[in-house]
């Protein structure tokens, strides 16, 4: 029989510079620098979830209805519901502002962040879909930054099991710029499991994949890609949002305040008097 683990030393020496969290939210922003993920929970109620699963199912189906099932299919679009919080139902806006979230991303991104895109997300049963595969979610890019510029908050509509696919994530690959070995990812890949209602936080530069999904039921969730306001967004959401009255805060965190001029005179315009 194995002895049991030893605890880790508290002692330390040689040491100047130190993070002390100071609560918990502190202690997932340190996590999330360091390796690049965590599981943080959203607070939600059961009812508010039942909600949010009925809203996500309608919305699809509308969203299916426009887009037609043959033309997303032949595009490996089928699993995916863009920009979901540019349909009519609020549960989306709730997931892209919720404040835990928000808090969390506060300590991480230096100055301004907005949502750069929001998608549904399928896991389908017994076939492959357009997230089962390593990727940044700044794909192309290989680069490390001191601080994060993005990050994935990706919302489990249901618990996120091994047998369901959920997500693989090769923790620090934040902090390298090369693509990692398939001996390195072999070793060192973690499937991280959540509850219905738990957000996955990830720095977008961190690789990771949907994994497979050997139940018989699909697995849903919302992703919600943060960056700096430098970033182009996926979809323009100003101009979309005709559903919703939105608050100043909703409109500068959709990035309404951010679009570029098209002019020179309308940047001439858009500068405030000092
Ligand atoms: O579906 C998943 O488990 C992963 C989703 C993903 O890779 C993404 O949102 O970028």
């Not at 390796?35 to 059961?46: E, P, R």
Request: hydrophobic share 40%.
């Amino acid at each position: 029989m194995k002895p049991p683990a030893s605890l880790p030393p508290e002692a330390h020496y040689g040491v100047l510079l130190r993070d002390q969290p100071a609560c918990e939210l502190d202690e997932i922003a340190d996590q999330i620098r360091r390796l690049g993920y965590a599981v943080v929970d959203s607070g939600y109620s059961a009812a508010e979830l039942n909600r949010l699963s009925a809203a996500f199912n309608q919305t699809r189906q509308q969203y299916v209805q426009a887009w037609g099932a043959d033309r997303l299919r032949n595009i490996n679009e089928l699993h995916t519901i863009r920009a979901p919080l540019t349909q009519a139902d609020p549960a989306f806006l709730e997931l892209a502002g919720n404040p835990r979230i928000l808090d969390v991303l506060g300590r991480l991104i230096v100055g301004k962040f907005i949502l750069n895109q929001q998608n549904g997300i399928i896991n389908p049963p017994g076939e492959t879909y357009n997230q089962a595969a390593w990727h940044r979610d700044l794909p192309y890019q290989h680069f490390v930054s001191s601080s994060p510029l993005a990050l994935n908050a990706l919302f489990c509509l249901d618990d996120f099991t091994r047998e369901n696919g959920s997500t693989f994530v090769l923790p620090a690959t934040h902090k390298s710029i090369n693509y990692p070995s398939a001996a390195y990812i072999e070793k060192h890949a973690v499937q991280l499991e959540a509850k219905a209602g738990q957000y996955l936080l990830l720095d977008c530069m961190m690789f990771h994949s949907g994994g497979f999904n050997r139940t018989h039921k699909e697995r849903r969730a919302v992703n919600h890609v943060y960056t700096i306001p430098y970033f182009k967004q996926q979809i323009k959401l100003a101009g979309l949002m005709h559903h919703h009255e939105l608050t100043p805060a909703q409109r500068e965190l959709f990035g309404f305040g951010y679009q570029e001029p098209v002019t020179i005179e309308q940047y001439l315009e858009n500068r405030k008097a000092p």
